[in-house]
């Protein structure tokens, strides 16, 4: 069976989804509990997630309207580790404006975040039983090995000896899992046979990657306007990424040394810090290595794309899609 359903545009989905979450944002007492989950859904984003979740939904003839609880779930959840990352990363800015232990305080975002968890799960209960166990089964198993990923990034800042076969582990369980279950939900609300919803799994796994990786790389050089967070942050959190794990093995003794010496240091001024890690990063090659692989990753997801059986219409749109998130620079 080839499924043809005719998508709508990517600023389509997202319009509908806003006017979604629109719908279910309102503010309830206790303020200050609910007032930071309302201030974080409404940053902004590319809300990705669950523009996937819509499009897969559409790609195996299903309703996309039907998959909103889903996207909306997907979106908290994401939200809600965010705000736990920015208090345990000590990070001033998420979307170019104050994080939510900045704005509130650290047990405001702490709670206010695990209430966004639970509402997550609260979404699913709006399905018939089968769905909503398949939805729950897959969102607990994503959600722990999220945790599982963020464990990883925290335990390698203190490591020397990350490897990049550990750092690609740990984004896929920080960050692609999350991108490949919210296409596998889609999927599942569709009523998509099991194989199409692990192809589905995979391609949206290996585009999360490619992401990640993305997002490392302009966490360095990208432009704080336009990324909308702190340029350099992973630099001053002395965080191992492709970009550093790299930079050791392309650099000169003298630059290895110098690098890890630069990764012990948490200078109260950072700029000459971040400004040196770059120069580093860019001499050793591993700025163009890094670019290679978010590269070899988006094709690994298109591989994967092509033995999905959808028409070339939705591949090439899902296509589209990853090649403008690989390109972008926010």
């Known amino acids: 069976m080839v499924y043809f359903c005719d998508m709508l545009s990517i600023e389509s989905y997202q319009k509908e989804f806003l006017d979604f979450l629109e719908q279910h944002s309102k503010t309830k007492e206790p303020k200050n509990l609910y007032e930071p989950i309302q201030y974080i859904l409404g940053l902004g984003g590319k809300r990705l997630r669950p523009v996937l979740t819509l499009m897969t939904t559409e790609i195996f003839d299903g309703n996309y309207r039907t998959a909103l609880n889903a996207a909306l779930s997907v979106e908290v959840f994401h939200n809600f580790s965010l705000v736990h990352d920015d208090i345990m990363d000590g990070a001033p800015l998420r979307r170019g404006q104050h994080t939510v232990h900045e704005k509130w305080d650290i047990n405001t975002g702490i709670l206010s975040g695990d209430a966004m968890l639970i509402m997550a799960y609260q979404l699913f209960e709006n399905y018939d039983d089968s769905t909503f166990k398949a939805l729950a089964k ?59 919803q692990s192809l589905i799994y995979e391609f949206g796994k290996n585009l999360g990657i490619a992401f990640q990786l993305q997002d490392d790389y302009l966490d360095a050089f990208g432009n704080t306007e336009t990324f909308g967070k702190q340029i350099g942050g992973d630099i001053i959190e002395n965080k191992k990424t492709y970009l550093y794990i790299k930079a050791l093995e392309f650099s000169t003794v003298e630059e290895q040394q110098e690098l890890k010496d630069l990764f012990s240091l948490t200078p109260n001024n950072s700029e000459h810090k971040i400004e040196r890690v770059k120069h580093i990063f860019e001499a050793s090659g591993s700025s163009k290595e890094t670019q290679r692989e978010i590269e070899n990753y988006t094709q690994k997801a298109f591989v994967v794309l092509d033995s999905i059986p959808i028409s070339e219409d939705n591949k090439s749109a899902l296509k589209q899609l990853g090649t403008t998130l690989m390109s972008r620079n926010v």
Do not use: H, W
């Not at 198993?141 to 335990?155: H, M, N, P, S």
């Not at 020397?160 to 550990?166: G, P, Q, S």
């Open 138 to 196: 897959l969102f607990s198993k994503t959600a722990l090995e999220v945790c599982e990923g963020q464990q990883y990034d925290i335990d390698f800042e203190t490591r020397d000896n990350v490897t990049v076969t550990e750092y690609l582990k740990m984004i896929e369980y920080k960050t692609a899992v999350l991108v490949a279950a919210a296409m596998q939900m889609g999927a599942i609300i569709a009523k998509a046979p099991n194989k199409e």
